[in-house]
């Protein structure tokens, strides 16, 4: 992602100068290399030889309850959980979770959603310990649907909300949810020379330095991150700085 940031810089800094700084300054973001490991498990038998018993003179769709076991879909974390708590993992990284949903019976999906909400809007969203950034549609790969969903980790202590999967077919609705995964993260200090960036990579596209009043310079600096949270992204003691819009 290519982003903008802009900054209000004392005179003192010229284009020199402030190129040194600004190498200090992108040493010190917490550089990741993550090569999520997925683990396959088999469909259950009885999942996947499931019937439904429908009455021949019944037409209604009807709801399965929340206490019975999912009859017309089966989702499951594709992502090695236990290999992720096993990584050095950071407040600010993003972190991405991918599902496997199976569909029977013809059944298709209605939504998803995140129990609890992780939905901008709702109150419990504030409580939560991630943030949702991105979500990928529903791809079917043989006789599976996958999808992976990106999040922010924003506290320490990390939850990730059960999905839940609200399906349906010309009979029956029915739902199934994930497990939540648990994990920790650590906080790293905003040292003098910390920029504020965990990344897979990052680097400087461009930059420039033109002057804005009699004591002041600005500067603008295009970044390129990968895996980023360039939205964090901060030159230490300056004070009047901006993030600008990402493409």
């Given amino acids: 992602m290519l982003s903008r940031f ?13 190129f040194n700084y600004l190498k200090g300054i992108m040493l010190c973001f ?31 769709i009807t709801s399965t309850d929340n206490t019975e076991q999912a009859k017309i879909l089966n989702i499951t974390t594709l992502t090695d959980i236990d290999n992720l708590r096993e990584q050095t993992l950071y407040v600010g990284q993003y972190i991405s979770i991918a ?3 199976v569909l029977l019976d013809e059944a298709r999906i209605v939504y998803t959603e995140f129990n609890p909400s992780l939905e901008a809007q709702d109150k419990s969203a504030k409580s939560q310990s991630v943030q949702l950034i991105k979500e990928s549609e ?4 043989g006789d599976y649907y996958t999808a992976t969903y990106t999040f922010k980790i924003i506290k320490p202590k990390v939850v990730i909300p059960s999905l ?54 600005m500067i ?14 901060r ?3 300056i004070k009047d700085q901006e993030f600008g819009q990402g493409t």
């Fill in 99 to 101: 599902y496997r949903l």
């Fill in 164 to 217: 839940v999967v609200h399906v349906q077919n010309n009979y029956l609705q029915d739902s199934m949810q994930t497990d939540s995964i648990d994990l920790q993260a650590q906080t790293l200090n905003k040292t003098q020379g910390y920029s504020g960036v965990v990344a897979n990579s990052l680097k400087i596209i461009d930059y420039t330095l033109e002057s804005y009043d009699d004591n002041n310079n």
């Fill in 30 to 60: 917490v550089l990741l290399c993550i090569n999520p490991l997925f683990a396959v498990d088999e469909i259950p038998s009885d999942i996947a030889n499931s019937v439904l018993n429908n009455d021949e003179n019944d037409e209604a």
């Fill in 235 to 237: 030159l230490p003691n």
């Fill in 138 to 141: 529903w791809q079917k790969e």
């Fill in 220 to 233: 603008l600096i295009e970044l390129e991150g990968n895996g980023s949270n360039l939205e964090d992204f």
């Fill in 6 to 18: 802009y900054a209000i810089l004392d005179s003192i800094f010229t284009k020199t100068t402030f």
